[in-house]
């Protein structure tokens, strides 16, 4: 089945580790994005990449990293300098071209901090 | 920078009832995308409907349909025949159109809508 996996579905985080968040798809879609969502807050980006070896930073960017080295992979870690890493996070793509409004999402990671 | 409002933190139906949620939003943009996107219990985000903002004709998906309109910079969300599995967290979101380069959804902070028995 086509579609975006996120792995783990639950990471926990101990004060002063970085962690990485996985994020594969296999729809062939040239941008991903990620997402931090916090409750009663809508999701709000963190970072995109619109081509291998390209991403740039989104609205709250600061205490995360990415990397894109495969069109399919799209990983986030969550460094030590992110003081309150507490969300569900939240990886997405879309085609280029038309229908590149579409996102389609994985399933999320929930991290907490130990 | 652009801005969505979604007024009503929770709402509730009766099964088979109408409910309309509401979304405004700002933008200095004339070309854009709006969205509805669904968030069950299961928080897989679900798109429900989409708006292009040149097209003056409202958007419907099955029971699901959009009242747009423009120079108000409203986009509500009518649900028809409500059923359980709408149960969920609704999300209204603006995309830029910027012609094949779209990256970045702002999301309203959602809506959470029950359906009762």
């Known amino acids: 089945d086509g579609g975006i996996t996120q792995s783990p579905k639950y990471l926990f985080r101990k004060e002063g580790q970085n962690v990485t968040l996985s994020c594969e798809q296999n729809?062939?879609?040239?941008?991903m994005y990620w997402y931090r969502q916090d409750p009663g807050q809508g999701l709000r980006l963190i970072y995109y990449s619109q081509i291998v070896n390209d991403f740039q930073k989104g609205d709250i960017a600061e205490g995360y990293s990415v990397s894109r080295e495969k069109k399919e992979s799209f990983p986030l870690t969550v460094t030590s300098a992110q003081k309150n890493p507490t969300a569900f996070y939240l990886c997405?793509?879309?085609?280029?071209?038309?229908?590149?409004?579409?996102?389609?999402f994985g399933s999320g990671t929930q991290l907490s901090v130990l | 920078a652009q801005t969505v409002t979604q007024s009503q933190p929770e709402m509730s139906v009766q099964e088979a009832e109408t409910v309309t949620l509401s979304c405004t939003y700002d933008?200095?943009?004339?070309?854009?995308?709006l969205f509805w996107y669904k968030q069950p219990p299961s928080r897989q985000m679900i798109l429900v409907i989409r708006q292009e903002a040149y097209k003056q004709q409202n958007a419907t998906e099955n029971r699901f349909s959009v009242n747009f309109q423009k120079a108000a910079k409203s986009f509500s969300l009518k649900i028809s025949d409500s059923q359980l599995g709408d149960t969920a967290m609704y999300f209204c979101a603006f995309m830029e159109n910027s012609g094949g380069s779209n990256y970045k959804l702002t999301f309203g902070k959602g809506t959470l809508l029950t359906v009762n028995p």
């Open positions: 997405a793509s879309s085609p280029s071209g038309p229908g590149s409004e579409k996102l389609f």
């Open positions: 729809l062939n879609h040239d941008a």
């Open positions: 933008t200095s943009e004339s070309n854009y995308y």
